[in-house]
């Protein structure tokens, strides 16, 4: 779709106020206009829609209180040009209008997978009942329109905007090693890194990287610059460097061209002269929130190309180890980064019902996220457990989309533990069971490398998916079965193409979740085991 012309298109509004709006399934466009004492009024054309039908407009919820509308905007950004904000501060909620579906679905895809953070604030990205937005042009909106404008690549003058396609890059506050891989990986989400140079020039450790054009490097500089790579240190300065061009010589750990993979690597040396570098790369808790805006959490399970080509256009992501890392891809192969501490890899989940909490259930609701290794449940102190993953990218991922779910009835906490492995008792000290070990359970979702099951991660939702289902079972069997938890069972419906799958809708997160635990893996008879996971659709 092309975009329409400044005036029409890039309309912004801020609300604040009642945001009844989220409960309406009117179909939009949402038309506002803003009186001069601040009273809202709105009103809504269109038929009934669904939810979770594909819009090209977004519903982004549980923003940080001082959010910024640039933030919200970056959000967008990497997957097309945004063409309509309004934002509802008091609610802690956005409306984004991006300029196709095509780029929204991009958008509402890449997210459900990698959880979109700002500021250590998860953010949940969802489609929209409206098709678009229509906000007047008031004063108090101008802050939020002046942000769209400076950030909306179709309506920015590269040549006037952007006054070089090379970034200077300076990592301030350096407590633990930045890779010349970990810098390509956060700035790969704007556009395709060509070349990068990094060095250590008065005691700071800098980069010089080069974009195709200006306006890649314009939109990794509004949206980076300012951001921590890691929770409160590494934290990024970036302006135009003078250069036009970079000349690489080598490709190494200190420069790379990827344009030119034929070039020797030289005879190099280490990346920093930093003291960080001479310690062993332990640091600690590494924010699965690396940067503003979103996370690529992908697990130390890649080759290093050029780039990792991703499923969405205008995306490449190449390889980058733990903290940054919670996509994987398929067919990926072992990278040599040094590996995050293993304590990263056990949580502290608290606040958990101890008359019901088994090790079981745990393993079955973590085990959607990555391989459980170990569980113990904490004998003077039920309502506290340790969940041992298989590497620190899992945990993350775990502890991103679980913590404040409801289990039993109760708001999951979950931390990184101090912890580096989860001890079983000795032999002849009975705990009650409290203590499993599955390290060589059948039931881990990624033991094969590549699986499926990589690119299936969802955060949990009312609605789940089912597989592998025999043809002698139908409908009403599994809605009989599901309802047997004392669950509700709201809606139903087999995939066209494939009767082994189904998505069943139930009647809330906290039910779809428990029944999840208990029906993974139940036996359907014919030597089939339903296999249960999140879904991202609705019916």
């Known amino acids: ?5 400044v005036h029409q298109d ?91 579906e095509e780029a929204a679905q991009n958008m509402v895809g890449y997210y459900s997978t990698v959880m979109p953070v700002i500021r250590n604030h998860p953010v949940y990205v969802q489609f929209s009942n409206h098709k678009e937005l229509k906000t007047d042009n008031s004063p108090n909106q101008e802050r939020a329109q002046a942000a769209l404008r400076a950030l909306s690549t179709s309506h920015v003058d590269t040549a006037v905007a952007a006054p070089s396609s090379v970034l200077r890059v300076v990592v301030e506050n350096l407590v633990y090693p930045v890779s010349l891989d970990a810098l390509c990986q956060i700035f790969s989400k704007f556009g395709t890194v060509l070349r990068i140079i990094v060095f250590t020039k008065n005691s700071q450790f800098q980069a010089l990287l080069q974009y195709p054009d200006g306006a890649s490097a314009q939109a990794a500089k509004l949206s980076l610059d300012g951001q921590n790579i890691y929770n409160g240190c590494c934290t990024l300065r970036i302006s135009f460097s003078k250069l036009t061009s970079l000349n690489v010589k080598y490709n190494n750990e200190k420069s790379r061209d990827f344009t030119r993979p034929d070039l020797p690597s030289g005879d190099s040396q280490p990346t920093m002269e930093h003291p960080a570098m ?14 503003g805006g979103a996370t690529h959490a992908f697990p130390p399970a890649f080759t290093i190309q050029p780039a990792v080509s991703f499923p969405y256009p205008g995306l490449t992501v190449p390889a980058l180890p733990g903290g940054l890392a919670s996509l994987s891809l398929p067919g990926a192969t072992r990278l040599g980064f040094p590996p995050l501490p293993a304590g990263v890899c056990v949580l502290l989940i608290s606040n958990l019902n101890p008359e019901r909490v088994t090790p079981h259930c745990l393993f ?64 002849g000290h009975e705990d009650q069971g409290l203590t499993k070990d599955y390290s060589n359970s059948p039931l881990h979702r990624f033991k094969k490398p590549g699986s499926k099951n990589y690119s299936n991660i969802f955060p949990p939702s009312a609605t789940l998916h089912l597989s ?48 999840l635990i208990e029906f993974h893996n139940h036996d359907l008879g014919e030597n089939h085991h339903l296999r249960v996971s999140f879904s991202k659709s609705s019916i």
């Not at 779709?1 to 012309?5: D, I, N, Q």
């Not at 054309?45 to 209180?65: A, F, Q």
């Not at 001479?278 to 940067?291: L, Q, R, V």
């Not at 913590?403 to 101090?418: E, M, P, Y």
């Open 278 to 291: 001479a310690t062993a790369f332990t640091p600690g808790i590494i924010s699965a929130a690396p940067y």
């Open 10 to 100: 890039i309309t912004v509004g801020t609300k604040r106020g009642s945001d009844e709006l989220f409960s309406s399934i009117s179909n939009g466009p949402y038309i506002m206009s803003t009186t001069a004492n601040g009273n809202d009024s709105k009103k809504f054309k269109g038929d009934i829609r669904g939810p979770g039908v594909p819009s090209r407009v977004l519903h982004i919820r549980k923003l940080p209180n001082d959010i910024a509308e640039t933030e919200v905007i970056s959000l967008g950004l990497p997957f097309g040009d945004v063409t309509n904000l309004l934002m509802l501060k008091a609610k802690n909620q956005a409306f984004l209008e991006m300029n196709s």
């Open 1 to 5: 779709m092309t975009p329409r012309s």
């Open 468 to 515: 592998n289902i025999p043809p002698s079972v139908v409908e009403d069997d599994l809605k009989m079965l599901f309802s047997s938890s004392g669950a509700v069972v709201k809606a139903f419906k087999f995939f066209q193409k494939d009767h082994k799958m189904a998505l069943i809708q139930m009647g809330s997160v906290e039910e779809a979740i428990e029944c």
């Open 364 to 427: 079955i609701l973590f085990g959607v996220y990555g391989d459980v290794m170990r569980v113990k449940i904490l004998f003077n102190k039920k309502e506290n457990a340790l969940v041992q993953m298989s590497d620190s990218t899992q945990a993350q991922l775990a502890m991103s989309h679980l913590s404040g779910q409801q289990l039993h009835g109760k708001s999951l906490r979950i931390t990184l533990s101090k912890h580096t492995s989860v001890q079983l008792p000795r032999e």
